[in-house]
């Protein structure tokens, strides 16, 4: 997530392909760490289905943000990335 944000604050233009693929390896290891916490009782078919829910509801939610706020402003969306990066840093740090 804090390199995302931070190539979103620095306007940095990727290809599409590659922007999935750090979007997909980012999903992959949060998802595992989400999955190693798993209690050993949970039906781990409701937990999975509950957790991928839960990433499409907060996806879609992250999208719709981000093309209202391009909408306003672009600089707008460049803000929220290094407050999103200053966030990341703050919880690294602390």
Known sequence: MLFRSL??????RLPAGIGAGIVALA???????????????ADSIRFLAG???????????GVAAGLAA???????VRWAGAGVV?????????
């Open 7 to 12: 190539v979103i604050a620095c306007a940095v």
């Open 70 to 76: 391009s909408r306003r402003s672009a600089s707008l």
């Open 51 to 61: 957790m991928v829910l839960g990433t499409a509801l907060l996806h879609a939610t």
């Open 27 to 41: 999903g992959v290891f949060h998802g595992l760490a989400h999955g190693a916490e798993m209690p050993l009782q």
């Open 86 to 94: 200053a966030g990341g840093l703050a919880l690294i740090l602390t």
